[in-house]
């Protein structure tokens, strides 16, 4: 009993000397960062940045599909005829005082692949098509749901300024394209969300490529200091001087193979990776590969090694514009020439000209001769399969 109450006489003399210590009683369940990759934001700004602005592969993707889009030639119909000129043509033409059809139809294109989301503004509304059509940024754009879930509005913020765009009217001023998303009712889904992971595993390897480039490749060796009298250690002093040392006269480019020069208890040691810790070049190429494949874009094509899914570059060609460029550019036009449409109450289709693209040359060649040896078929049926009016103008 009597060393219990020593025991507690102790322990309450060391905790009033303890001070109090305050902490959040959440504390205890923050997630510690431990080291790896830090994983980029997924929002449109930051995925535009690190994906487009900052990765060569995005980059170079985004900017095919969109220019291989947009300059595919044109052509305006309806059932009866195929128009050589049209207001819709010439709104195309020249859609704003700024840029042209092909400038205006790249910028959609790729907002429409950096965002999943693509906005069109009509301007002057009124008798016929719009006096101009302007690509709004989509980062800027927020729907606005109505009551019964489709758009009521959509608010386009600037610095700190909002502009809204009433859909309840019989004019729709803005054209929405957006591109599947599982699980969003109002947005689209973008490439570049897919790739996420791959763009950052690459930019990452790019930067331990720079890391190691500035390094001579490789850690070229390490100092050992083996102090006399059984002293294992360098002062605090002494291993800040060698440091400055280091920094001062042996790294960077101009103090390349200087000698150096080591006093008592300082040792060199000469080091290097293995080939296998130089393996995250083939990492690198793998992640370019899954950034070109969630946009469609055949690896072969952007000159990343290691591909060989198309026996050449013309195959990889023509299956880049079958199963990307075409099935993107027939959904926006499509969307825009029905939009058109509404606005200036005549129903015609805007599409591109498959004979006129030079990678489908051979395809097309092809069915024509097919069309035109199959006897069954008339002359209506025959130009219709063609992507031609029934009836010849």
Request: proline share 6%; charged share 20%; glycine share 10%.
């Amino acid at each position: 009993m009597v060393f219990d109450f020593l025991r507690r006489s102790q322990t309450e003399v060391g905790r009033a000397e303890v001070p109090e210590v305050k902490a959040s009683a959440t504390g205890k369940v923050l997630a510690y960062g431990g080291r790896g990759i830090a994983w980029s934001p997924r929002d449109t700004p930051s995925l535009t940045r690190s994906g487009f602005a900052s990765n060569p592969v995005g980059f170079r993707s985004v900017k095919m599909i969109a220019e291989a889009a947009a300059a595919l030639p044109l052509v305006l119909q309806d059932g009866a005829q195929r128009y050589d000129t049209h207001p819709v043509l010439g709104l195309m033409s020249r859609p704003n005082q700024a840029q042209g059809r092909a400038e205006m139809l790249e910028a959609l294109y790729g907002q429409l692949l950096l965002s999943g989301n693509g906005y069109l503004e009509a301007v002057g509304l009124g008798d016929g098509v719009p006096v101009e059509l302007h690509v709004l940024r989509s980062d800027r754009m927020s729907l606005v749901p109505g009551a019964d879930g489709w758009p009521a509005a959509y608010e386009y913020a600037v610095g700190g300024r909002k502009h809204r765009f009433d859909m309840t009217g019989e004019l729709a001023p803005i054209c929405h394209i957006r591109s599947f998303h599982p699980q969003d009712d109002h947005y689209g889904f973008s490439p570049l969300q897919a790739a996420a992971t791959a763009i950052d595993v690459h930019n990452s390897a790019s930067r331990w490529s720079k890391a190691l480039l500035d390094n001579a490749a490789r850690p070229s060796g390490a100092i050992v200091y083996k102090g006399g009298d059984g002293q294992q250690a360098m002062t605090n002093d002494q291993f800040e001087r060698l440091q400055v040392e280091m920094e001062a006269h042996h790294q960077g480019a101009r103090n390349a193979g200087r000698p150096m020069l080591l006093e008592g208890g300082l040792d060199w040691k000469p080091m290097g990776f293995s080939p296998s810790d130089m393996e995250f070049q083939k990492t690198k190429e793998a992640a370019a590969r899954e950034i070109a494949q969630a946009f469609g874009v055949p690896p072969m094509l952007l000159g990343i090694p290691g591909d060989a899914t198309y026996a050449n570059y013309a195959e990889a060609n023509r299956a880049f514009y079958r199963l990307t460029v075409l099935p993107m550019a027939g959904k926006v036009l499509g969307a825009v020439s029905h939009w058109l449409g509404e606005l200036s109450g005549e129903a015609v289709t805007l599409s591109a000209d498959l004979d006129q693209i030079p990678a489908l040359g051979v395809e097309r060649e092809a069915q024509w001769k097919r069309v035109a040896n199959a006897d069954f078929l008339s002359a209506a049926e025959k130009r219709v399969l063609l992507g031609l009016p029934a009836e010849a103008s």
